[in-house]
């Protein structure tokens, strides 16, 4: 199953946390199920916080972010009547606010998981709620405004 | 002067964002002023978001939540009257949460400045304003809840 990400245009997919372009970045994939947009990954032991077992809370933000963006282009074409794979470029969005709350430290060297669901949809904005998960423990939840770029 | 990240414990600076022991990490260093807490940086052009020149929302929000996290530790020791340099170890705060306002896109390559004051102390709970600046326009906002660890 292709991620939302590789649905986005070429040009705009340079993005470190998520960009299929971006070498040196994560490439973060979430995939949309209709109800829910999901990511899986393993965070690497170099992006520890102040202590070596934990993610720094920089990284935990970095995937809301990008698994929000990508959630939220993925309900904007499903309440276009529009899939995915419908051939037409994805509508890209940017961050216009992100508030993440951190519940229990993100562990490293595990695969974890991102969850997005769709609060609302008001002309270009969208704004999808967020988890973050180590096995069934929620480590942080978010919040994320997303915003259509303009064409 | 010394950066307010250097005066943490051995054990909890391994942060990515700005923990000294960690080689790969930014290294981000934050200074004290006593009404604010001021950051220099520049942001490699890996980190860009889907278009190349700006910077992707993840680093943004990485360099607000350290810095919010360090200002927080040092208004936290003024208020009880010490300083940095007291010779006992600087309280270690970690992220309750943060919100980020991005009010337009982050340059990459050029330096950036990262602004912190205080907003509130209640117990071990400090509540501080963020401002991430190019030049004299704020390229975003951020409010952050820093809880100190418990010994």
New interface residues.
Partial sequence: MKAIQDY?AP???????C?NR?A??YQLKSHFHGSHAEARFTIDR???????DYA????V???L??HG?AAAAAFFQQAQGKTLDSGEAVP?F?????????KRPTPLGVEIRLLGKLRSIEGRRVVVELELLAGEEVCATGELLAVQLKG
Wanted: with cysteine.
């Fill in positions: 986005y040009e705009m997919s340079h993005c470190f946390g960009g971006n040196a970045g170099q992006y520890s916080g102040g202590f070596p720094y809370g920089g990284i933000a970095s995937l972010d990008c963006i890209r940017v961050t216009g606010s992100l508030k993440v709350d951190y």
